[in-house]
């Protein structure tokens, strides 16, 4: 992971984010022609998830079948299983294909990649990721996504100080108020699960609202049941 994160700390021009990485002998025309429609996407929009995703996949795909055990990059120790080192191979090729994107100033999907990626070693850097990710995302998609990233790693606290620095409840996708409520939740803060319930109300969006409402509903109810009983 240190080799990974040394990848993040080189400097990629936003002229070149995106360009197409030198191939193989044994590289195929079609995938080719298939990479640089891609990677031109992602050039006018880097934060294209279905491009990001299909670019992503084809170098997992490439990193797999051309791994050098004498790379010092992806050479794996003696005790890696062969699923483990192609699980390896694969981060590095999407965490130097994700940070040479992140390069573009207005990218917030690869910090998204990043963060996702760096969480289990470098927690910290993470959250650092994920912020510059909700702060390049007026919408925010971005903060939603890394509110479930902190979420699904049992980083609920984390995930609140993310969303109560960067959530702007009137502006920002209902997803964002959602994800707080059960932030606040796992944390064991439910007056704050309902205050964020409260600031969800008041989204423009009503219907987006009505949606989200019964499933928060009854996990702030099935919350405060199992307080009652282990009380």
Known sequence: MPRIRSLLRRPFAAATAGARRPQPPDHRRGETVLEDALRTMLIDDPNDVRAFDALADLVRRRAV???NPEDPLTAPADDETAAEQRQRAE???VWALAAELAGHPRAW????ELGR???????EG???RLATAADRDPAGEALAAGLEILRDAGLPGEALSLGVGHWRSREHDSAV???MVLAALEAGRPDEARQHLEALAAHPDAAAVARLRPALDKAIAEYTA???TAH
């Open 91 to 93: 981060e590095v090729a």
């Open 109 to 112: 999907y690869p910090l998204i």
């Open 226 to 228: 199992s307080q009652q």
């Open 65 to 67: 079948a051309s791994a």
């Open 126 to 128: 993470a959250v650092r």
């Open 117 to 123: 990626l760096s969480l289990a070693s470098d927690p």
């Open 177 to 179: 108020g959602g994800q």
